[in-house]
């Protein structure tokens, strides 16, 4: 399994196929263009709608409060910078980011439908190479986005340094059940009836078989923390989630 893709490898997976590593970014963009419209219905069908308490607990892990300049990588639809447009008030600002402008198109038209218009600032970035100035953010957030990056480490490291000192980084991700028979019976649902859904909703099986895949090719939580510590977080931790189906970790740059 490979976490990370250093810039002298020429291929890395994307799901269970290995790829050139200049064609990943294409890949990964071609599948939410293809699922952005009917992204937070296939959330709501995929956990039960469990997606939403996974995100509320990332926001109050977050220690977000007025004032406060948040960064939300992979914002997709934009869950969490709703949620953080409240906490930071007027005087505070959540950018809302993402690599994919169809995701970014669908989050921007959501939150101008629900009049948060006045603290919440659009940029489609790439998270191997954030385009903002150092020591920018109070605290940056990443949900569901890490195991679609080419590179992770490399993200990490410029998250970091986006991060004011005593800022924090969370990120929310799909991980290793911590029971055998969890697991079981997560790759069951994984592989048998996520694509169906994915056909039935989107009329795209192949986008949630490579979700599948890519859950699968993420690294481990305790990878992921070693992770953390490599690219300069401190008091480095993990909450396992419904078992471990899901994970969020933590780490504070001092």
């Known amino acids: 399994m490979s976490e990370s893709t250093p810039e002298n490898e020429t291929t890395t997976h994307f799901g269970y196929q290995n790829v050139p590593v200049a064609d990943k970014q294409k890949r990964v963009a071609d599948v939410f ?4 419209q009917k992204y937070d219905i296939m959330n709501d069908i995929m956990s039960g709608g469990i997606h939403r308490l996974w995100k509320r607990y990332t926001i109050d892990m977050s220690g977000a409060r007025a004032g406060h300049t948040i960064l939300d990588l992979a914002g997709g639809t934009g869950d969490l910078t709703a949620m953080f447009s409240k906490r930071v008030g007027k005087t505070g600002k959540v950018f809302l980011a993402d690599i994919n402008e169809s ?5 921007r038209d ?23 100035a150092n020591n920018t953010f109070d605290c940056v957030t990443i949900a569901f986005g890490l195991r679609n990056v080419t590179d992770k480490q490399k993200a990490l490291e410029s998250m970091f340094r986006v991060i004011k000192p005593g800022g924090r980084l969370l ?7 911590v029971f055998p028979w969890l697991s079981k019976i997560y790759d069951q649902y994984s592989f048998s009836l996520l694509p169906k859904f994915g056909e039935w909703v989107t009329g795209d099986a192949d986008s949630y078989q490579y979700l599948a895949e890519s859950i ?8 992921l923390k070693d992770m953390f510590n490599t690219a300069g977080f401190e008091d480095c931790e993990y909450h396992n989630l419904t078992g471990g189906i899901v994970a969020l970790h933590r780490g504070f740059k001092y």
């Open 33 to 36: 263009h293809s699922v952005a």
């Open 103 to 107: 995701m970014l198109k669908v989050g």
């Open 110 to 132: 959501r939150m101008i439908d629900r009049g948060l218009v006045n603290n919440i600032e659009y940029a489609q970035v790439n998270a191997e190479s954030l385009p903002f």
């Open 171 to 177: 990120v929310l991700e799909f991980s290793k059940p």
């Open 216 to 223: 699968r090719m993420h690294p481990d939580q305790e990878t």
